[in-house]
């Protein structure tokens, strides 16, 4: 059996896959071992957690395999500061000595923290490296179900490569375009998440979120001034307005002069020109890729579409390629950043490089994304005695039926279960759960539990079966990537002093049977739940269903602001002690917020940065 070892580091989002032949056994984000959100370094935890998943040690190791060529990337910094020259002298001897010191001989700084891990690892000609966007393309197709795709990435930058446009056919993949640094989609909305005053690589989430409370007003100043699109949707920026080819900022002061105002700061209140900004550019960014799409598809002929690359998890964009109907099935890479980057690495090598036969699924290779660590109720109940809380241990039809009906009474939980998911998105393993129903539900969980803003959406967790019942889709969407928007036999109409409100006077108006998950434009950000792949979440949605003939649950991600993701019980317990988390449940365990010592409650809200 051969054992392929994967890995991404030092940019965002580190993270290592470990792959058993074809099979995906393990897969996890660094971030939720060292507590660091977006954490970069070597991915040290990570390889220790995927290994103990199967009992290896490094030497058991095949190959491993590096999402990314270094001296590529190299290649492209020096290109551009000589091009560039003498702008970004600054940006240049800051970066330049790091590269010569370290970054240039990747491989051996790979061997030695490989070596921290187990010093008796013996792999240095076991080291290989992908190329960046092969590793999202591969990321993307080979667990896909389908024989046959056009596979579109588009990210930030990789080496050199910003958006690529591949074709996987059974077991092989060749990239058939390129589009290169310093035009980048995700560097251009990431653009707008800095302006906005939001964190980059962080906040882009929030300008998807802001964008339906705005008006794209400015969608052709963008056009004209910002970006170039033709009619095959290949692009490019006017690099006048921005700063990140050579400085250390986003945007250039010509950007601010265009928009006639400063960068907002983190603590400015949004106004509506922010959200007409952030509407703007989001509807910029679905018509460059719905004309990439478009063009692709007519110039292919193939029906099939996958996706990868952290503009991936724009799930708006996405929405609107399956409304659109251009293709007849799409498949999203559920951890599409960089994470993903090395399950794509891996997968990469197994089947381009050592050519193995490709057998597809149907539904697909990644197990429904809980790839991470799980916990036994005796691992939970011995962490939940050393942190002296008082819990109470239930059978799973009890469980199921009492967390039911705390939900039905609005009351907000803490749900983990089974092994945590691979990607950005809570699935149901490491969830906060609310009522749907609820017209508060929303502005708690942000304000009293996130600690975020009260305009952030929340996603609906709803059984497979039942979702073309509730919302304008037929289509599965077990990873939260798809949007669409709730039937209009539940939505709720507004009246003529509603329809002329702005901004976020519209977030408070009541639109649907299931306020708490319906967007001001009536849309959400859907997952469907399989008993196959999660069937103790699937259990308890039914049993919710049971009670209020409502077969969703509000879900939303198991941690607060400007943290990753909880990764272990301590980490739970610590989020439902330092928050207004009425009550939390580890595998069988449950436990009441009333019930713990008053002693261990943790306000940490205020210690909170913005982002």
């Not at 939720?32 to 935890?45: A, G, I, L, V």
């Not at 792999?123 to 590793?135: A, L, M, R, V």
């Not at 077990?478 to 509603?498: C, D, F, R």
Request: hydrophobic share 40%.
């Amino acid at each position: 059996m051969t054992k392929i070892l994967g890995i991404s580091a030092f940019y965002h989002d580190s993270a290592a896959s470990l792959l058993i032949n074809s099979e995906i056994i393990a897969a996890a984000q660094e971030e939720r071992f060292s507590r660091k959100k977006h954490d970069s370094s070597f991915p040290f935890n990570s390889i220790k957690y995927v290994l103990k998943e199967r009992k290896l040690n490094l030497n058991d190791v095949d190959y491993v395999i590096f999402y990314e060529k270094p001296l590529l990337k190299f290649e492209r910094l020096l290109k551009t500061y000589v091009f560039s020259a003498p702008k970004g002298i600054q940006s240049y001897m800051r970066s330049i000595p790091l590269w010569l010191g370290e970054k240039i001989f990747q491989k051996k700084m790979i061997y030695h923290d490989l070596k921290k891990i187990d010093k008796n690892f013996n792999g240095y000609n076991k080291i290989k490296f992908s190329e960046h966007h092969f590793s999202h393309a591969a990321s993307a197709f080979y667990p896909s179900p389908f024989k046959e795709a056009i596979i579109l990435t588009l990210d930030g930058v990789g080496e050199k490569a910003t958006t690529t446009i591949a074709i996987g056919k059974e077991n092989k993949i060749e990239i058939k375009k390129e589009i290169h640094f310093p035009h980048s989609l995700g560097l251009l909305y990431s653009a707008f998440t800095y302006y906005l005053g939001f964190k980059v690589n962080s906040g882009e989430y929030k300008v998807m979120g802001l964008a339906p409370y705005g008006v794209p007003k400015f969608k052709e100043k963008i056009l004209k001034n910002l970006v170039e699109v033709r009619e095959d949707g290949s692009f490019f920026l006017n690099m006048k307005y921005f700063n990140y080819q050579t400085g250390f900022t986003m945007i250039s002061e010509n950007f601010s002069k265009l928009f006639e105002k400063p960068v907002r700061k983190r603590d400015q209140m949004l106004t509506q020109f922010h959200m007409d900004l952030a509407a703007s550019i989001q509807v910029v960014l679905e018509e460059i890729i719905l004309k990439i799409c478009e063009n692709v598809k007519m110039e292919y002929g193939i029906t099939n579409l996958c996706l990868a690359g952290g503009v991936a998890l724009n799930c708006v964009v996405n929405g609107k390629i399956l409304k659109k109907g251009i293709f007849e099935n799409v498949w999203i890479q559920p951890a599409a950043g960089d994470a993903g980057g090395s399950l794509g690495a891996a997968l990469g090598y197994w089947y381009q490089d050592l050519n193995m036969e490709r057998v597809i699924n149907k539904d697909d290779e990644m197990k429904g994304s809980f790839l991470g660590p799980k916990f036994d109720n005796k691992e939970v109940q011995k962490v939940l005695d050393s942190l002296n809380a008082n819990y109470h241990k239930k059978n799973d039809n009890e469980l199921f039926d009492e967390v039911a009906i705390n939900l039905k009474n609005n009351k907000t939980v803490g749900w983990f279960q089974g092994r945590m998911e691979f990607g950005p998105r809570a699935l149901g393993g490491r969830s906060i759960l609310g009522n749907p129903q609820s017209e508060k539900m929303q502005k708690e969980l942000n304000l009293k539990i996130k600690f975020r803003e009260s305009f952030r959406p929340f996603a609906p967790s709803i059984i497979n079966e039942e979702v073309s019942n509730w919302f304008e889709t037929k289509e599965k969407s077990p990873y939260m990537l798809l949007v669409a928007n709730v039937k209009k036999n539940k939505q709720i109409e507004m009246n003529s002093e509603e329809k002329n409100l702005f901004g976020i006077d519209k977030l408070n108006i009541k639109r649907s049977s299931v306020p708490a998950i319906t967007h001001v434009d009536y849309s959400s950000r859907i997952q469907t739940v399989h008993k196959e792949t999660n069937p103790r979440f699937y259990k308890l949605i039914n049993a919710f269903k049971n009670l209020t003939g409502c077969p969703i649950l509000v879900n939303t991600s198991f941690n607060i602001r400007g943290e990753p993701i909880v990764g272990n019980v301590e980490d739970a317990f610590k989020c439902f002690m330092g928050t207004n988390l009425d009550i939390l449940v580890c595998e069988n365990f449950i436990l009441f917020k009333d019930e713990q010592d008053k002693k261990l409650i943790n306000d940490y809200s205020k210690d909170i940065e913005l982002d």
